[in-house]
């Protein structure tokens, strides 16, 4: 490679080179497979499509949440730690999480091993803790939700995702300037990182918290101790604390807007790599073959963002469409019949039909990126590669002061917008005769739908780096659609840990019903047997 590559994009590389290879042999050895039966796996898996339906997620995230969602179900009903660890592997291959006859059977040993660390860590937890937020619940959650990353880690290693990250990192940091004393150099390296993550990676608070874990404690992933288990149980609070204060930094989210506008760059700079995985050394041995790769991959990504955004929009319908069903029938229809007196068909037919064409509407706005945008992507690749920017630093700031008189304006300011926005809606919606419970429910969809809108549409925007072209109607529309995009944010994100009907799926259906699938697939093999021994 020449030297005009700079020397974190030669380490990268070559991390990068090797992260792929590793996985690849991963789980490719001559150890007996966990295997289950081709029918119960129809059946889990169709259950499992069912459920994602009622919760919208994202996709790189759903297996890491099944783990989750499995490991906690099964450490309440099982007694050995190795039975939940065999039972997690069979359950995330029967869903189709992981692939059939393809995963070593020392992953069941693997996972116990992490599993009894954590039991044993909760089990240690002193009753009486001093941060009164960190309740029992808040803290199983936290620490579940740590252990599931931890044994997707083990079941298949982020080795690529952690190169891309630390290469990331570095450039961004390369690329920021940041006022004296505004942070520390550890503090400023750990809001990078989970900027990064946040954007670049899409990681939920859970993936981050184990990231920062993995950093802070390092000594947690070699084989710890008892000895050393039970001193983090006893400083649990603290350690915790630790994390949750770097999550919670108020320069977070001016990290995190800088990362997204060099999102596009890594992005493709990822794809580039995969797409060329025999030939990168040629790849990177001169700028124009780098910029035939990026163009390549550009198109190649955005065709694959639509695809992705219909996957997305297709989902979030189904979820928003059989939400407003049920709904309807559980608030709206009664509250007609029995409340009010008699079924606003019109409005009932509106407020389901309305949603999911809001949805829509959002979803078919979106357009591919243009050429003049794959070129100034490639001009970013190039940057980062040889590690010469064009641009100044880009200035992080401090945040602003919430007792200013300015800000206590904007607020005031930003109040009465909202009021007038949905004292708009309110009216028109009277104008046509919606009851109380009608507009509640349509003012409550039109948000959730508006923010999942902005949000795949974001997904498809962060391969573009043009900037926005702002006038008065984009002006205009901000003004307008900000408080219900905050409301929708809002609403998401309270009542997402509430969600009705994953809460009958996950602690009323899925328990007796999975129960089922694993005497389904032995009574499948206990025939089989039978039928063996009469041919």
Known sequence: MPNLISESAKVFIEEYKDALDL????????????????????VAFLY????????YQEDHLLRKIAIKRILKRRLMTEKNEKD????????????????????????IEQIREIIDKYTLLINNIP??????????????????????????????????????????????????????????????????YIAVLRNLTKSDISLIRYRIFELKHPEWFFAPSEELIIKLSKNIDWLIG?????????????????????????????????????????????PLHIEDAAKEACIKKYKEAKVKLKRAATRSIVYIFLTKIILAILLELPFDKYIIGEINYFALGINIIFPPLLMLLVVITIKVPSKNNTALIIQGIKEVIYGKYSAAPFLIKGALNNSSLFYKFFKFFYLLIFVMSFGIIIYFLNLIEFNIMSIGLFLFFVSVVSYFGIRIRQNARELVVLKRKEGVFTFA????????????????????????????????????????????EEWIYYMKEERDKIY
Request: hydrophobic share 40%; charged share 30%; with cysteine.
């Open 23 to 42: 996985s690849k042999k991963y789980n490719k050895t001559d150890e007996e497979k966990i295997k289950v039966h081709q029918v119960s796996s129809k």
């Open 242 to 286: 630790d994390i949750e204060k770097q999550l919670n930094n108020p320069l977070g989210e001016n990290f995190s807007r800088f990362v997204k506008k060099n999102l596009a760059y890594f992005t493709i700079l990822e794809n580039v790599m995969v797409n060329n995985i025999n030939n990168i050394d040629k790849i990177f041995l001169h």
């Open 48 to 55: 499992e499509k069912i459920r994602n339906s009622v919760d």
């Open 127 to 192: 009753e009486i803790i001093d941060n009164k937020n960190s309740d029992t619940d808040y803290l199983y959650d936290w620490l579940t939700g740590i252990a599931s990353c931890e044994i997707e880690e083990r079941i298949s290693p982020y080795n690529s995702e952690k190169a891309l990250v630390s290469f990331s990192q570095k450039v961004i940091k390369e690329k920021i300037k940041i006022s004296e004393n505004l942070l520390t150099e550890e503090d400023l390296n750990y809001q990078i």
């Open 84 to 107: 939940v660890a065999k039972f997690l592997m069979y359950e995330l291959i029967r869903a189709r999480y992981l692939p059939n006859d393809a995963i070593p059977e020392i992953r």
């Open 477 to 520: 529309s901000d003004i307008f659609s900000m408080p219900i995009l905050s409301m929708g944010q809002w609403l998401s994100t309270k009542l997402s840990s509430i969600n009705l009907f994953v809460f009958i799926l996950d602690f009323i259906i899925e328990a007796p019903f999975k129960t089922f699938v694993e005497v389904f």
